[in-house]
């Protein structure tokens, strides 16, 4: 199969195709990038993920990355759970969620964290965020 540097430029102009970009590379082809976006937006399909809810803790759904995720057993060669998970206080669980979104961000991508926080933020956020203003 042979792959080409891209499209005539001709083509592009002629249809007023949208351009879009799935990251900072370079692939052998056009296929990945694909279906990359046909399963990102695939997945937003209402029975798709089987539970119509879960897209909307994934990260970028609402600006951030996603918060960690813990599975059993309890400890994993000397690593912990955090405690506040098995607690059962839905209220406190859902609070350390955001948190730790609000966390991860900051770290791993801090251009998200500063569009996020530049925008307009719902109560909750806001009170998480002054509640915490150490973190930040």
């Known amino acids: 199969m042979r792959h080409y540097e891209g ?3 001709r083509i592009i102009e002629l249809s007023n195709a949208e351009e ?5 590379f370079v692939l052998t082809g056009g296929e990945f990038p694909a279906l ?3 399963d990102s937006v695939t997945r937003l399909l209402k029975g ?3 539970d119509d809810e879960s897209c909307e803790f994934d ?3 609402d600006g951030l990355l996603e918060h960690p995720h813990y599975t059993k057993p309890r400890n994993y060669m000397g690593l912990e ?3 506040i998970l098995l607690s059962g206080n839905h209220e406190k669980i859902k609070e ?4 730790q979104q609000f966390i991860i961000t900051k770290k791993k991508r801090p251009d998200l964290f500063e569009k996020f926080i530049n925008s307009e933020l719902c109560d909750y956020d806001k009170k998480l ?3 915490n203003s150490q973190l930040f």
């Not at 879009?20 to 900072?24: A, F, N």
Request: aromatic share 12%.
């Open 7 to 9: 499209f005539d430029e």
């Open 20 to 24: 879009i970009s799935i990251g900072d």
């Open 36 to 38: 990359c976006i046909i």
């Open 48 to 50: 798709v993920l089987g």
């Open 59 to 61: 990260s970028h759904y």
């Open 81 to 83: 759970v955090p405690e």
């Open 96 to 99: 350390w969620r955001r948190l």
């Open 129 to 131: 965020i002054e509640k």
